[in-house]
């Protein structure tokens, strides 16, 4: 992994890495809450590249190893569930960070894929700032809307729990949540899920960072009206089996945009199963077509 750094403005430093050509369409990929960019595999990366694109993943702020806000309010966890907590930005400042991003590697526009809180980022972006969108692919994602996307009940308790401090415990914290709100109904590689999480683990890890960035979630409310407003060819991708953003969420984001395409993956729950890459990466693909993305040509 060649880790690289940029500033993005507002005292915000990146850390993100790219695979492939950068003379390629730039596609940048956008990860969810408390999660580093390490969660966007390498090998699915690859597969985007193989079709064509330069891919771009990053740490957004207040996870990884870009910037944490630490003298901003860390908010409670009753602050969190009572859906009143001091918000130290909101989703537009980090759909901002991505902008800055972009500037910084003289990209003017990407095909943006984003991924849960990623995937609300991303429409934001598409939503604020158009000119910086080719095409938008929404993941398992949500408009933010109270009555849509909710979680289901009994996967509150294990996701609001605070992850261990030492390094194996955190592991196994982390498969045990994902046996929980990850895939049911599609294969797993838990083996695969255990080296993700030390990874995160080895590059550092910060709770408050993550209260901080659901906090800019609850803040920015109800998006509907500014997805709305989203030109871009849309693909809204959602498992059938998501217990932590059911899937009420995705249809509800295919609905607020104009032209947009919901592809359903059965069995898929919040996680991106390497079983369900095929199906992902097409819809990606097929999406960014409308963009007039041109597939690379296998080699003869």
Same mark, same amino acid.
């Given at each position: 992994?060649?880790?690289?750094?940029?500033?993005?403005?507002?005292? +915000?430093?990146?850390?993100?890495? &790219?695979?492939?050509? $950068?003379?390629?369409?730039?596609?940048?990929?956008?990860?969810?809450?408390? !999660?580093?960019?390490?969660?966007?595999?390498?090998?699915?990366?690859?597969?985007?590249?193989?079709?064509?694109?330069?891919?771009?993943?990053?740490?957004?702020?207040?996870?990884?190893?870009?910037?944490?806000? *630490?003298?901003?309010? *860390?908010? !409670?966890?009753?602050?969190?569930?009572?859906?009143? $907590?001091?918000?130290?930005?909101?989703?537009?400042?980090?759909?901002?960070?991505?902008?800055?991003?972009?500037?910084?590697?003289?990209?003017?526009?990407?095909?943006?894929?984003?991924?849960?809180?990623?995937?609300?980022?991303? =429409?934001?972006?598409?939503?604020?700032?158009?000119?910086?969108?080719?095409?938008?692919?929404?993941?398992?994602?949500?408009?933010?809307?109270?009555?849509?996307? =909710?979680?289901?009940?009994?996967?509150?308790?294990?996701?609001?729990?605070?992850?261990?401090?030492?390094?194996?415990?955190? +592991?196994?914290?982390?498969?045990?949540?994902?046996? !929980?709100?990850?895939?049911?109904? +599609?294969?797993?590689?838990?083996?695969?899920?255990?080296?993700?999480?030390?990874?995160?683990?080895? /590059?550092?890890?910060? $709770?408050?960072?993550?209260?901080? =960035?659901?906090?800019?979630?609850?803040?920015?409310?109800?998006? &509907?009206?500014?997805?709305?407003?989203?030109?871009?060819? !849309?693909?809204?991708?959602?498992?059938?089996?998501?217990?932590?953003?059911?899937?009420?969420?995705?249809?509800?984001?295919?609905?607020?945009?104009?032209?947009?395409?919901?592809?359903?993956?059965?069995?898929?729950?919040?996680?991106?199963? /390497?079983?369900?890459?095929?199906?992902?990466?097409?819809?990606?693909?097929?999406?960014? =077509?409308?963009?007039?993305?041109?597939?690379?040509?296998?080699?003869?």
């Amino acid at each position: 992994m060649d880790e690289r750094f940029c500033d993005v403005g507002g005292g +915000i430093r990146l850390c993100y890495d &790219t695979f492939g050509d $950068p003379s390629d369409p730039a596609l940048l990929l956008v990860m969810g809450l408390g !999660t580093q960019m390490v969660a966007w595999h390498e090998d699915f990366c690859g597969r985007l590249v193989d079709e064509g694109f330069n891919v771009i993943r990053f740490d957004n702020r207040d996870i990884g190893r870009s910037t944490h806000l *630490t003298d901003a309010p *860390t908010p !409670t966890l009753a602050q969190l569930v009572m859906r009143r $907590p001091p918000a130290a930005y909101r989703l537009e400042d980090m759909a901002g960070d991505t902008a800055g991003l972009l500037d910084a590697l003289g990209i003017g526009a990407a095909h943006v894929v984003g991924a849960s809180m990623g995937g609300m980022i991303a =429409q934001t972006l598409a939503a604020t700032r158009p000119d910086r969108v080719l095409s938008l692919a929404s993941i398992m994602s949500t408009t933010g809307g109270r009555r849509v996307g =909710q979680p289901a009940f009994r996967v509150l308790p294990i996701f609001l729990k605070q992850a261990p401090r030492e390094r194996e415990a955190f +592991i196994d914290h982390t498969e045990t949540l994902f046996k !929980t709100i990850g895939s049911s109904g +599609i294969q797993r590689d838990d083996a695969e899920l255990r080296e993700v999480a030390g990874l995160m683990f080895d /590059r550092g890890l910060d $709770p408050s960072g993550t209260a901080r =960035q659901l906090a800019a979630i609850i803040a920015s409310g109800n998006r &509907t009206p500014a997805l709305r407003r989203i030109t871009a060819p !849309t693909v809204v991708i959602h498992g059938t089996a998501d217990r932590l953003v059911r899937p009420s969420g995705g249809r509800a984001t295919a609905r607020a945009i104009g032209g947009a395409k919901l592809v359903k993956v059965d069995g898929m729950g919040h996680d991106l199963p /390497r079983a369900a890459w095929d199906q992902i990466v097409g819809a990606i693909v097929e999406n960014a =077509q409308r963009a007039g993305f041109s597939r690379r040509r296998a080699a003869a």
